[in-house]
């Protein structure tokens, strides 16, 4: 990718910037902590940072959806202040990576160290950070997610080929047999040319979901939609159904 075509994808998720808007100074390494809804995204890497579904590497990663527009200074090449955001993208690291699966589409307070303007192909937001503490936000914890850790738990299996561990996240009573066993599962996920990758998961309403995903079987390549449902048993998050949208 360019450097122009960079530059005009970041200028893309720009905002008018409003009279109040928070202003962070990168020389100070600010911002310290953000809040906000965290997203887990599977961003486009190599060769060119445009669409996993042409051939370009699938980079998993996170976005820090903020309640109102930020902007930045303190770098005279990659930060300006007169253009305001309001997505981060977050890096996980060893001490927060399970909190951040755990809290994925809740509303999460973080602590960031090393925030970077975007300035690279891998950068996909204005503002990129490390969250080296997350914690949910004052009242988000009772709301829980939904169940959109399991399902993205249920596709990471998927993707490994385990079907055990897949089937773990389904009702019971659809994986003694049929499609959602764990032996259907791993024969068919584990014996994929090409594995599937999530590339979106995104809540659509209470204990729904909407997912994206990529695989390649001896039939041709599926660049699939479905719609997930969960239900909730005994404080656990389960996979209730699958609504494939686009037939595969």
Known sequence: MSVLKHIGLMAALMLPLPAAAACFDLGKAEP??????LSH????GPPNFEDVQTGDTPEPGYILKLEAPIC???????????????????????????????????????TLATPIP????????????????IEPEDGAASEGDGGASTVEA?????????????????????????????KALSRFYGGLPEKLWLIE???????RF???????????????????????????????????????
């Not at 310290?32 to 809804?37: A, I, K, Q, R």
Request: overall charge neutral; hydrophobic content about 40%.
């Open 41 to 44: 995204r599977i961003f486009a």
């Open 154 to 182: 249920f596709y990471l299996a998927l993707g490994s080929g385990d079907g055990a561990s897949a089937a773990g996240f389904v009702i019971p009573e659809k994986t003694a047999k049929g499609p959602f066993s764990a």
């Open 118 to 133: 975007a300035m690279t192909g891998h950068h996909h937001r204005p503002l990129v950070a490390w969250v080296t503490a």
């Open 201 to 207: 998961l995104r809540k659509t309403g209470p204990n």
């Open 72 to 110: 930045l200074t303190g770098d005279e090449d990659f930060a300006d202040p007169d253009f305001a955001f309001d997505e981060v993208q977050l890096v996980s690291t060893d001490a927060t990576g399970e909190a951040m699966v755990a809290l994925n589409e809740q509303r999460v307070q973080v």
């Open 210 to 248: 909407a997912v994206r995903y990529r695989f390649r079987s001896s039939s041709g390549t599926c660049d699939g939609r479905a719609t997930v449902t969960t239900v909730q048993r005994k404080g656990r998050s389960f996979i209730a159904g699958i609504r494939a949208e686009n037939g595969c």
């Open 32 to 37: 310290h902590e953000l809040s906000g809804m």
